[in-house]
């Protein structure tokens, strides 16, 4: 079953269950799918849908920080359950010890052993084997970290 229609049956289980927020979600995630398939003229394949799917989850993520320094505890707990659902559709995310054993890897194939100026190329050629699999965020983290 494809991902778009998982996300289609998904969307009439929690219709006919009357969960709100699993509807709401899924529905969202289908039009930001839907808008972009529009936008470009293309049908997006497996790997396009997780793309969009993975900007839903990080947009909620950046939200996260600005409802909690407004206070607004019954946002917090709404976007955590809608990055919740999310997460069921992406791929299972690397640990941090997966990702720092990918990043010192890499960095011996490149022979970087460390120095800030070679950050952005360790994060060049890390992010594409950890695409859809790990936060950006922390590759960043880790990658500074292994170059100090």
Do not use: C, H, W
């Not at 997006?44 to 206070?71: C, H, N, P, W, Y």
């Amino acid at each position: 079953m494809s991902l778009k229609d998982r996300l289609q049956n998904d969307f009439k289980e929690a219709m006919k269950a009357r969960d709100e927020i699993r509807k709401n979600t899924v529905n969202l995630a289908r039009a930001a799918i839907k808008q972009y398939e529009v936008d470009n003229r293309e049908e997006l394949d497996e790997q396009g849908i997780l793309s969009i799917l993975t900007k839903q989850v990080k947009m909620r993520k950046d939200a996260l920080s600005d409802f909690e320094k407004a206070g607004r505890t019954d946002l917090l707990d709404a976007y955590n359950k809608e990055i919740e659902i999310l997460m069921e559709y992406l791929p299972k995310q690397l640990s941090e010890e997966e990702i720092t054993v990918i990043v010192k890897a890499t960095a011996a194939e490149l022979g970087i052993e460390g120095g800030k100026q070679n950050m952005g190329k360790l994060i060049g050629a890390v992010m594409p084997k950890v695409k859809g699999l790990a936060d950006g965020g922390i590759v960043k983290k880790i990658v500074e970290g292994l170059l100090e």
